[in-house]
């Protein structure tokens, strides 16, 4: 029998040329709009307009959004019209790619990715309008990201016997391994 050592998924290493064409498509865009993209690339695969609101709402509050001078509409309106990130079903966006959003995440310098991880954070701890199914590994993700561990832990069992009840394997077992 063949197994799938899930936790080595993740160690898989960088890809230095997605990183250079990313770097490429970054420096093309004026450093608003950047900005913008980097604050995007953390909150995931796909996210609704509202969400980015949310975040930026958070980033205000603490004093942190002076990189971000866009809304969330126009910023995002404009990295859809730059082609970077790409409409999806149910008012969604993401990026074109997912390898562009990992090497436009890793850009983003450590202090102000903790900066929008914890208001990320913040922002899906109250988000009840949003559906529990997309709420909590947003938040679950976020928390992980910004260093509180104890409240990633406690949702991770969840979601993990969530997914083993869908047949949905891998993504339960990396919840688990978590």
Sequence with gaps: AWYLATDEL???PNLPLVDGLAERELGALPEDLASHARLAAL???EFALPE???VLAHLEKAGLAAPFPHDAQ??????LGAGILVAHRDDLVGFRNALLREAVSRSVSPA???AIHQAAFRYYRG???LPEVLR???LAHHAEACGLAAEAAAIHPAL???QRARQAYLPSETHYSR
């Design 74 to 79: 126009a910023g995002t309106r404009r990295l």
């Design 112 to 114: 102000q990715a903790d």
């Design 52 to 54: 980015v609101a949310g």
């Design 127 to 129: 988000a009840f309008a």
């Design 136 to 138: 909590q590994p947003r």
């Design 160 to 162: 993990a016997d969530g």
């Design 10 to 12: 993740e160690r898989v």
């Design 43 to 45: 909150l995931g695969d």
